[in-house]
């Protein structure tokens, strides 16, 4: 008689193995894959036999297993992020942490105004402008970025505080989570001009002879504009002009030495704190006894392409006159000063 025998084998996991500090969710038997299947319009790297799709995290970190996540960039940082002097009111200054990443890693920003993402939501583009979407050209290099100095995220809101977070990848399959974020806010815009003191005496005017004011007016100007501001200077009178009389000095560009009469506005100095610089225009920014028009046209006088922090200006007026001028104590003229920015 030929007896047969069947031997059957059962394998029996009580439970996965853990500790305190991690557990082990699956057994994987790998059983091959493709490494990078592509086609015109995708690329596809895969392995079969590894559990996919479930994390394990703590409040410190976040891992996923596979072999696929082994190539994973490393997740970079916002080094700095900041409102650059303070003034900025439409842009803000950051520096990616590369966390030692390769040179030709590609990062791209997510940037919020609110500190879970959870809504305001944009990204930062190729321009350094931001919009709602993320498309594949807005992943920029480090240097790109601006490097070690960094760059600016422009087109912002005013007096707004936004959240800012970077991702990494590096080659393909390779694209991380989003980093930590850092906060920063711009403030609003703004401009203040004040002239000092608003009434200046001429004295006596001697035929003849160039005649200074006895003070000259002093201007501040501050602005945090991009593209900075100007000062203007326009005349009533287009002259020192007499009621009583009904004459005028009329008011001139050149230089008084050499001129018979006029009356004009030299401006003698310019300065800030930082930024600008504040610079005077011609025709008043001459030396001497030279001079700028002061008629009823509004004229720039002094100008700054540029933010300016406490900027200061000395502004002195000039006259003279010949032996035909009437005398008489009411001459006078009405100067305009006013400021604009370019925001």
Known sequence: MLWKSLLILTIVFG???????????????????????TTPTYSLEGISGELSGQTSTTSTYSLKPG????????????????????????KLHFIIDEQSN??????????STTSNFSSGVNYVKSDLTIGPTLVVADYQTYSAFGGASGTN?????????????????????????????????????SISFTISPTTVSMGNLLPNTVTDATSSISLTFDTNANSGGDIYLSGQNSGLYS???SNTITAVSGDLSSLSRGFGARVTSTGQTSGGPLSALSPYNGSSNNVGLTDSTIRKMITTSAQVNSGTAS????????GSDPAANDYKEILTMLASASF
Request: glycine fraction near 10%.
């Open 315 to 322: 502004v002195l007026l000039k006259a003279k006159v010949i």
């Open 15 to 37: 439970a996965l193995p853990s500790t305190t500090n991690y557990q082990l969710n699956s057994y994987g038997f790998g059983s091959g894959g493709t490494a990078n299947s």
């Open 102 to 111: 390769p040179s030709d890693a590609l990062y791209a920003l997510q940037i």
């Open 153 to 189: 995220i422009i087109g912002l809101t005013p007096s707004t505080t936004y959240y800012l977070r970077a991702k990494a990848t590096q080659g393909q399959f390779t694209e991380s989570g989003y980093g930590p974020s850092a906060s920063a806010s711009t403030v609003n815009p």
């Open 67 to 90: 072999f696929i996540e082994t190539q994973q960039a490393n997740v970079p940082k916002i080094a700095t992020f900041d409102n650059g002097s303070g003034r900025y009111y439409n």
């Open 243 to 245: 009621a009583t009389t």
